[in-house]
């Protein structure tokens, strides 16, 4: 079964230093998404991504952060100057709302992201 | 803005039945979704609504007012692994709000 892949799965990181998170969604999905949960907070939308554009964004997505889908298979996220409050579970999710009605969101097994 | 409440916790015995309310007030509406989160993983899709009514699917059944922004998630026939977070989540314009998730313990 086509499943969404994300790496690191782990990735600990200094204040101020820039990491990429990657995911590979799953092949014909067209719509992308982030997510984060913070240890013991609720899951939260960060970006929606379709046909190469944001679609939409969360509060909680300034201008330190990015999405890239740099090829046919690969979304990154972005943050360019990590603070610690950036330490938090990151999912990315994929879906195809031409399949049924329902635009089922598919999620990756998630990275955690440490900011030391 | 989006308001999604669900209990925090509910404990329930192997074999017995819970049910798992969620009520919510979102600026949008396309459906309502639930999702299992076991520790340390990702959401797993379980059920979708977006008439009301009921949906049914094997031990697991989820309920549906949009008049009253009211859901029901049931579980039936509760096994140990079923100890678990469950996630309402609303999708508006193709992004999910999530609740806070209920942690559901099965006792033996």
């Known amino acids: 079964e086509p499943e969404v892949t994300q790496t690191p799965s782990h990735q600990v990181t200094q204040m101020g230093q820039e990491v990429i998170l990657r995911c590979v969604p799953i092949?014909?999905?067209?719509?992308f998404y982030w997510y984060r949960q913070i240890l013991g907070q609720k899951v939260e939308f960060l970006v929606s991504?379709?046909?190469?554009?944001?679609?939409?964004k969360s509060e909680i997505f300034d201008d330190q952060f990015s999405v890239e889908r740099p090829d046919g298979s690969n979304f990154t996220l972005k943050i360019r100057s990590t603070k610690l409050e950036d330490s938090a579970m990151y999912f990315c999710?994929?879906?195809?709302?031409?399949?049924?009605?329902?635009?089922?969101?598919?999620f990756g097994p998630g990275t955690r992201l440490t900011v030391l | 803005g989006q308001n999604i409440d669900q209990p925090t916790e509910m404990t329930a015995t192997e074999g017995a039945i819970v049910q798992i309310n969620c009520t919510y007030q979102?600026?949008?509406?396309?459906?309502l979704f639930w999702y299992q989160q076991h520790a340390g993983e990702a959401p797993t899709f379980l059920s979708y609504?977006?008439?009301?009514g009921l949906e049914e699917k094997g031990r697991f059944s989820s309920f549906l007012s949009r008049s009253k922004g009211y859901s029901y998630l049931l579980l039936k026939e509760l096994q140990m692994k079923d100890s678990a977070s469950y996630l309402c989540?609303?999708?508006?314009?193709?992004?999910?709000?999530f609740g806070a998730g209920t942690t559901v313990t099965v006792r033996a």
């Open positions: 999710a994929s879906s195809d709302p031409g399949q049924g009605t329902h635009n089922e969101q598919f």
């Open positions: 092949s014909n999905h067209l719509y």
């Open positions: 991504f379709y046909n190469n554009e944001i679609s939409e």
């Open positions: 979102t600026s949008g509406f396309n459906g």
């Open positions: 609504n977006v008439l009301d």
């Open positions: 989540a609303v999708s508006n314009d193709y992004k999910l709000s």
